[in-house]
């Protein structure tokens, strides 16, 4: 694919949607690992589920029929949809990495810096 921004096939979708749910899922272990911090993540397909000491949740999933990534939190449902080589809520414009890092750091009571992959292929 030659240009990143235009409208990707389903399986391309859906190895940058593996992509950014690994990474969140690999992030999640060293969280708990390193720094202590109770955050447990689950996986289900294209589901992945963190949960939080306080038995609240933040799920991640991919819908790759309309090519976006889906959360939903405490503070509510987002969709996230690659344009300009990031992932932008289809309503605010904040970019998928700070709104999860908002998200684990509100939910986790610690500070909590998420990375996304890069969508470059």
Known sequence: MSDIDEIMNESEFLA?????????EQQADVWFEQRDIDIEGTRNGNVLTLTFED???AVVNSQAPMQEMWVAARSGG????LKDGKWLDTRSGEELAQALS??????????IEVEVPSPTR
């Open 102 to 111: 908002r998200i684990c750091s509100e939910q986790s009571g610690q500070p």
């Open 16 to 24: 940058l949607a593996q992509d950014i749910l690994d990474s969140i």
């Open 78 to 81: 987002f969709h996230y949809r």
């Open 55 to 57: 038995g609240s949740q």
